[in-house]
């Protein structure tokens, strides 16, 4: 029998990394979910189908920009930039650490890479982008365009309900199998199944573990054989941050 503990690099469900950093792909967003009012969150689904095509457009038009560093001790970053489009102004997605970083993370091709025995292994499938990163390119198109009318609230419902994780395809297969052939259970997941935004690792350079922008990479992974003997010890407050968690300005304590 096995116990596997640690850091396995990877988020596993969507509720497993904040909701602004999951993945939307295309093909997610033309499966209208049945039983979905046509409220905000329907017309936003439906936006984002309709422009994909100006939204890859732009994606394929970004260049990466030199910043030099502050200090002398500083490192040199890069900026990634996207041009305006329909009497917008120009988005800026992201700071990266290398120029390669800036142009090929946000990339709307399909990306594999090839394993040590030379197969060809799933990183991304195309046309799938990052919440935050759609959200940024609002700034493109014009004010009057609908996309600027829709609330943060708005595109959280939509990353709750077709959102899936940003990590690499062949990863998570790999993590079917170890659940599903191998018969092991992610023993978080299992004993506390309500939980949400419960992670493990934060940007600590951003300080983002503050607002608890982060991500659930640990593992306690347990044969099924052993999971008998497994008891849920205290109980966890599933859900979202506290509102008992904020300070008198509203920012929320880690």
């Not at 052993?226 to 979202?240: D, F, H, N, P």
Request: aromatic share 8%; proline share 4%; hydrophobic share 40%.
């Amino acid at each position: 029998s096995v116990v596997l503990v640690g850091d396995l690099n990877l988020i596993r469900r969507p509720q497993d990394v904040r909701w602004i950093d999951r993945h939307l792909s295309l093909d997610e967003l033309r499966c209208q979910i049945n039983g979905v009012e046509i409220d905000a969150v329907e017309k936003l689904r439906a936006w984002l189908v309709e422009t994909w095509e100006d939204l890859t457009r732009l994606l394929q038009q970004r260049r990466a920009v030199c910043v030099p560093p502050r200090r002398p001790q500083g490192r040199t970053t890069w900026r990634c930039e996207c041009p305006a489009l329909l009497g917008g102004t120009p988005v800026v997605l992201g700071h990266f650490l290398s120029e390669e970083d800036a142009l090929s993370f946000l990339d709307p091709d399909a990306q594999t890479v090839q394993s040590a025995d030379g197969h060809s292994l799933m990183v991304r499938r195309a046309d799938s982008l990052q919440v935050r990163y759609l959200m940024a390119l609002r700034s493109a198109f014009s004010t009057s365009s609908p996309v600027n009318s829709w609330s943060e609230g708005t595109w959280q419902k939509l990353s709750d309900l077709y959102g899936s994780s940003r990590s690499a395809v062949a990863m998570l297969d790999w993590m079917r199998l170890v659940l599903d052939e191998d018969g092991m259970v992610d023993a978080f997941a299992d004993c506390h199944p309500q939980a949400s935004e419960r992670f493990t690792v934060w940007d600590q350079y951003l300080n983002e573990r503050f607002s608890n922008i982060g991500a659930r990479v640990d593992y306690t992974v347990v044969d099924r054989s052993l999971w008998k003997y497994v008891r849920t010890g205290a109980g966890l407050a599933c859900g979202s941050r506290l509102p008992a968690n904020r300070d008198v300005e509203g920012r929320d304590f880690p």
